[in-house]
T-cell receptor
Framework: DTAVSQTPKYLVTQMGNDKSIKCEQN?????MYWYKQDSKKFLKIMFS???????INETVPNRFSPKSPDKAHLNLHINSLELGDSAVYFC???????????????FGPGTRLTVL | LAKTTQPISMDSYEGQEVNITCSHN???????ITWYQQFPSQGPRFIIQ???TKVTNEVASLFIPADRKSSTLSLPRVSLSDTAVYYC?????????????FGGGTRVLVKP
């Protein structure tokens, strides 16, 4: 069974469109994350949710809006897509994420978004 | 957040030991050191984590000197399948949400 899954795996779209990426984890974790990995392979955190509550909101355009319907799902909706949004987006989850220790994050396979 | 510095790339041969050193001069008292591995077209995968001295698991060993300003990931007897990017991270243990900051990573190429 896949622990952290994302759909779609590839997404090609035109500038100005609105798109969503979905993420699900079956590990029973309390915290989920969205990361963006650019062409230089730098991985940057965007958002984090703990039990459906937003706890990390990095400086990203407000065109990006995460939604967590329950603690097993964290979706990412992107409005008015721009060329610079092209990247690989990774979802991750961890057991707690709010304690004073660094717990392991489990990553999904990634969604490669290409904006034309 | 403590910043990390690691070599951009390293080449090795099958059967050799690979050691990747990461520098984190501004590590805080509560910070843990964590290493992740990323294969092409996959998400990062946890390898090992430590706070001080030495940690060993079935995949790797992590050596951390007393001052904790650096750490070395050791991969014993690498194979071709160990070709990947290895990230050194220093976790801010005080921050809610366990915000990990990934650097550029070290691209390890294992040759036959």
């Amino acid at each position: 069974d896949t622990a952290v899954s994302q759909t779609p795996k590839y997404l090609v779209t035109q500038m100005g469109n609105d798109k969503s990426i979905k993420c699900e984890q079956n590990l029973g974790h309390d915290t989920m994350y969205w990361y963006k990995q650019d062409s230089k392979k730098f991985l940057k955190i965007m958002f984090s949710y703990n039990n459906k509550e937003l706890i990390i909101n990095e400086t990203v355009p407000n065109r990006f809006s995460p939604k967590s319907p329950d603690k097993a799902h964290l979706n990412l909706h992107i409005n008015s897509l721009e060329l610079g949004d092209s990247a690989v987006y990774f979802c991750a989850s961890s057991q707690d994420g709010t304690s004073g220790t660094t717990d392991t994050q489990y990553f999904g396979p990634g969604t490669r978004l290409t904006v034309l | 957040l403590a910043k990390t510095t690691q070599p951009i790339s390293m080449d090795s041969y099958e059967g050799q030991e690979v050691n990747i050193t990461c520098s984190h001069n501004n590590i805080a008292t509560n910070d843990y050191i964590t290493w992740y591995q990323q294969f092409p077209s996959q998400g990062p995968r946890f390898i090992i984590q430590g706070y001080k001295t030495k940690v060993t698991n079935e995949v790797a060993s992590l050596f951390i000197p007393a001052d904790r300003k650096s750490s070395t990931l050791s991969l014993p007897r690498v194979s071709l399948s160990d070709t990947a990017v290895y990230y050194c991270l220093v976790g801010d243990g005080q921050a809610a949400g366990n915000k990990l900051t990934f650097g550029g990573g070290t691209r390890v190429l294992v040759k036959p």
